[in-house]
């Protein structure tokens, strides 16, 4: 909204309205500063595209190339967020890194693959020593600090989360009621447990059960703090 210092209009469907040719090697081929906003945006960019049957579009596209043989750090995309104001009391600030909002509003009747986030990350080469990092997180100084947080669209006070501390892993599920909350491990193979110490499981509801698909194949209770029952099926029953 508001006014333009400069305007570029094209009349050409296959023209570039600005195009920058530069030798800045340590320097910034497009740098723009503003001293203080309000809600004004650094870059505001809005579009419709009306692709053709098998063509594919980017609404921003950033594509760039890496030589560096030395020791170095390279970020193909870097945003620094700092906060440096108190919030007041009673007063919630939101503060997002990266805000993706995907939504499709049409009645399809096709095939739709809709990728909030999508991550390839890989080396076509294993020399020398590579790691490949999907996601890397590093979350710490909250309260309470989630590494991966995944609410539940139907209901905002569900949800499961991974947290990394110095006690270990943590994986939180957390339901509204009795019948949601479950973690549930469908592995196509074997469910392998692997502790360089002890295995501890602790069922706060006093009963553990061993089943095969849904039959039972052993229970163990407790009913005290030094007494336990252990139910196995008689063989052919």
């Given at each position: 909204s508001?006014?333009?210092?400069?305007?570029?209009?094209?009349?050409?469907?296959?023209?570039?309205?600005?195009l920058i040719n530069g030798e800045c090697r340590d320097a910034d081929l497009i740098r723009g500063v503003n001293a203080t906003f309000t809600?004004?945006?650094?870059?505001?960019?809005?579009?419709?595209?009306?692709?053709?049957?098998?063509q594919s579009a980017n609404s921003v596209g950033i594509i760039n190339g890496f030589k560096g043989a030395g020791t170095s750090t390279f970020k193909n995309l870097f945003i620094d967020s700092n906060k440096t104001t108190a919030t007041a009391t009673g007063k919630t600030a939101d503060i997002y890194?990266?805000?993706?909002?995907?939504?499709d509003t049409s009645t399809n009747v096709g095939t739709v693959n809709s990728y909030g986030i999508a991550i390839n990350n890989n080396f076509t080469s294993t020399g020398g020593t590579v790691n490949a990092y999907g996601l890397y997180t590093?979350?710490?100084?909250?309260?309470?600090?989630?590494?991966?947080y995944m609410e539940n669209s139907l209901d905002s006070s569900e949800f499961a989360a991974l947290r990394v501390g110095n006690g270990g892993e943590l994986i939180i599920s957390t339901g509204?009621?009795?019948?949601?909350?479950?973690?549930?491990?469908?592995?196509?193979?074997?469910?392998?447990l692997d502790a360089a110490k002890n295995v501890e499981i602790?069922?706060?509801?006093?009963?553990?059960?061993?089943?095969?698909?849904?039959?039972?194949?052993?229970?163990?209770?407790?009913?005290?703090?030094?007494?336990?029952?252990?139910?196995?099926?008689?063989?052919?029953?």
């Open positions: 508001g006014t333009a210092a400069m305007v570029l209009t094209t009349r050409t469907t296959a023209q570039n309205a600005l809600t004004g945006a650094i870059l505001n960019l809005s579009s419709t595209y009306v692709t053709a049957d098998t890194g990266v805000h993706v909002d995907v939504d590093n979350v710490d100084g909250g309260d309470t600090s989630y590494d991966i509204s009621d009795d019948f949601t909350g479950d973690i549930t491990l469908e592995a196509d193979g074997h469910v392998i602790n069922a706060d509801g006093g009963s553990i059960s061993f089943k095969d698909d849904s039959a039972t194949l052993a229970t163990l209770d407790s009913n005290g703090l030094d007494t336990y029952t252990v139910h196995l099926p008689i063989q052919g029953s």
